[in-house]
């Protein structure tokens, strides 16, 4: 908002009409030429825009990169590697290694090629259905209030943001829908919902 508010004011500044409005302003007791006065305000009404665009700058990526505001319920294998194992290792030290490895534990892999049973292969299939199609993680449904907010700020310290979850869970949506499968609905159905993008209502 207060972004807002300072781009309303800044836009309606123009370097023209500061450089021609401005020198009649000016008390004669500067000691100036109105020449130099007039190019000197130019150039300040161009460093005021281009602070404006910064602002603007700034104001876009804060919304885009919107803190984490829940736990991913469901990840694509690769994902998880990709968007929490592997940023952990490139901030060492950043990220306590024994909180890492706990948020690990906290997903379960979901493996169809490694189902140990066909009754274990048939219940993987009816609690996710997209194992059919990729391996998963899944957060651990006993997880506590308490723990979700602890492993949030994990989370969170990695750098996984909350575009990252939207942007994951499209990916797991555009999955399914390119696929073959005859039960894609029932797919489609048993995936979390993606959550609005910031700035949309």
């Known amino acids: 908002m207060k972004n807002e508010r300072l781009m309303d004011v800044l836009s309606t500044v123009s370097p023209a009409y500061v450089a021609e409005a401005a020198p009649g302003n000016i008390p004669k007791r500067t000691g100036k030429s109105p020449r130099i006065v007039k190019r000197l305000l130019a150039v300040a009404a161009v460093l005021v825009l281009l602070v404006a665009a910064a602002v603007a700058t700034i104001g876009i990526s804060a919304e885009e990169e919107q803190p984490l505001q829940e736990m991913p319920v469901i990840l694509l294998r690769e994902d998880f590697d990709r968007l929490i194992v592997q940023r952990a290792q490139e901030i060492d030290g950043l990220v306590d290694t024994h909180d890492l490895n706990r948020l690990q534990a906290m997903y379960e892999f979901q493996i169809l090629a490694e189902a140990r049973t066909e009754k274990h292969k048939k219940f993987m299939l009816e609690k996710f259905p997209i194992v059919a199609l990729a391996d998963i993680r899944n957060l651990d449904e006993t997880i506590t209030d308490v723990e979700t907010e602890y492993y949030l700020e994990v989370l969170r310290s990695i750098g996984f943001t909350q575009n990252d979850l939207i942007e ?34």
């Open 168 to 201: 994951c869970y499209e990916r797991m949506y555009e999955l399914v829908e390119n696929s073959d499968v005859e039960n894609k609905e029932e797919i489609l159905a048993s995936l979390p919902e993606i959550p609005e993008r910031p700035g949309e209502e």
